[in-house]
């Protein structure tokens, strides 16, 4: 399993916005589906959105679709996560992850390369 790396992550108000980048390998880049997970105390992991290898195809979860965008820049390697109109329910830590394997994206499990993760608070 081979490691990414997030940044960006922080405290915001509600409303604010914060930008989430990532990382990688430079074979995945072009290769694998990349993805960003969420995962709040007490909860399971959530597929938040995907981006295929071509950096066309793209998907959210019904809870951020207006507010979020997933986009890659193979040139620098790295994954992107625009996050805007930030609410308290967004709060959890934020995972990228990248994928070599087909199957449905929401699922964890069809992961291969995860990050360490990066905190998202944001306040009332």
């Known amino acids: 399993q081979g490691q990414l790396v997030e940044s960006g992550g922080g405290s915001v108000e509600a409303g604010g916005s914060l930008s989430l980048s990532c990382s990688g390998p430079?074979?995945?880049?072009?290769?694998?589906?990349w993805a960003w997970f969420r995962q709040a105390p007490g909860k399971g992991r959530e597929g938040v959105a995907v981006?295929?290898?071509?950096?066309?195809?793209?998907d959210y979860a019904d809870s951020v679709k207006g507010r979020f965008t997933v986009s890659t820049d193979n040139a620098k390697k790295t994954v992107f996560l625009q996050m805007n109109n930030l609410k308290p329910e967004d709060t959890a830590m934020y995972y990228c992850?990248?994928?070599?394997?087909?199957?449905?994206?929401?699922?964890?499990?069809?992961?291969?390369?995860w990050g360490q993760g990066t905190q998202v608070t944001v306040s009332s």
């Open positions: 430079d074979y995945l880049f072009g290769r694998a589906s």
């Open positions: 992850a990248a994928s070599t394997r087909a199957g449905v994206w929401r699922l964890a499990a069809n992961y291969n390369y």
């Open positions: 981006i295929g290898p071509g950096g066309r195809d793209r």
